[in-house]
């Protein structure tokens, strides 16, 4: 089809390059999962086989793209990130969220009944929205990931509560709604221990932390290691020979792909593995 007469309608599409030396995150959620949640009777406040599909797609994604250095998910949504030489696409921003989004619901959809046996899954089918944000320095992406694992810890302390005065106390959703309004985190960690014996502490990390996927290399101790700002203003990918890029891809894509539910607000994640950020 080349040199149509056609052809000129190429140029109407619109570059759309991320600028260059920025953390992308692309970020995709769930399409309408309230409803989902309704119809395949997810259970409240958290149903694991639910969050496992989840966590299998997004192993498949950072399997299938070697160039995303980590991925945190909680409940309908994953953030993927790639590294900030990462030139996979040019870095088109459109090519980046479509290949995101459409092999996460690939896998999302493949993996299910795995997960849900007894629920086969019925139209519309389950689908997801994506977006790519991009961060300057590794504070900004830390604070990002932060963010994110933030909001999963104070989301599921209040629909633990919730769900504690529905099922557990017998309160409908109005009324356990007014009960926590105004409530702060202490409040409800009371609620929970001094009317259900629920110590907030023990619920499973999985729920409480929510899933981060990474390459496992070697544990590095932290006394040894730089901190993120000095990582940062040393990490110069620009001056590595090409034969090194290609050896770290290589041992990157060789390196087992791990699903853990751990602290990545806190500094000890990122310094015991350096290679995240490096
Ligand atoms: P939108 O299309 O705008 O994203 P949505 O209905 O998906 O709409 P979200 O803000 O993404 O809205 O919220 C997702 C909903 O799905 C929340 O209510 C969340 O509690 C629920 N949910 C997601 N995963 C689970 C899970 N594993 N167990 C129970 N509930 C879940
Ligand atoms: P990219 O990921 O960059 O899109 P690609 O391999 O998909 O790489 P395309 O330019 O999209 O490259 O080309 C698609 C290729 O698949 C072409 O070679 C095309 O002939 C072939 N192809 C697609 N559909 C069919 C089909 N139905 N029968 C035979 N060949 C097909
Ligand atoms: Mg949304
Ligand atoms: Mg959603
Ligand atoms: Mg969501
Ligand atoms: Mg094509
Ligand atoms: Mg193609």
Not at 182 to 204: M, Q, V
């Amino acid at each position: 089809m080349a040199n149509s007469k056609f052809e000129y309608v190429r140029e109407f599409e619109q570059p759309d390059y991320l600028l260059r030396n920025t953390w992308i995150v692309v970020r995709v959620d769930g399409r309408a999962f309230t409803k989902m949640c309704a119809r395949y009777g997810f259970e409240k406040p958290n149903d694991r086989r639910a969050l496992d599909v989840m966590n299998a797609a997004a192993k498949a994604v950072v399997t299938d793209l070697p160039e995303i250095t980590i991925a945190y998910g909680v409940s309908d949504e994953y953030s993927f990130v790639f590294h900030k030489s990462c030139n996979i696409f040019e870095r088109r921003a459109s090519k980046l969220v479509s290949t995101i989004v459409s092999t996460f619901t690939a896998n999302y959809i493949h993996c299910w009944p795995s997960f849900f046996p007894d629920a086969p899954l019925s139209f519309p089918l389950p689908t997801f929205d994506g977006r790519a944000v991009c961060y300057p320095t590794i504070q900004n992406l830390r604070d990002y990931m932060s963010w994110r694992q933030a909001d999963c810890h104070i989301n599921n302390l209040y629909n633990t509560a919730f769900w504690s005065l529905v099922q557990l106390g017998g309160l409908d959703n109005k009324e356990a709604e007014k009960t926590l309004a105004g409530t702060l985190a202490a409040d409800k960690n009371e609620i929970l221990f001094s009317r259900f014996k629920i110590n907030y502490n023990n619920e499973p990390e999985i729920f409480r932390k929510g899933s981060v996927v990474f390459r496992d290399y070697e544990l590095v101790d932290p006394a040894s290691h730089k901190t993120a700002e000095t990582m940062d203003a040393l990490a110069e990918p620009a001056q590595q020979s090409k034969t090194q890029n290609e050896n770290d891809k290589k041992r990157r894509s060789k390196a087992r792909i791990v699903v853990e539910h751990l602290d990545i607000i806190r500094d000890d994640f990122w310094h015991r593995r350096p290679w995240i950020l490096s």
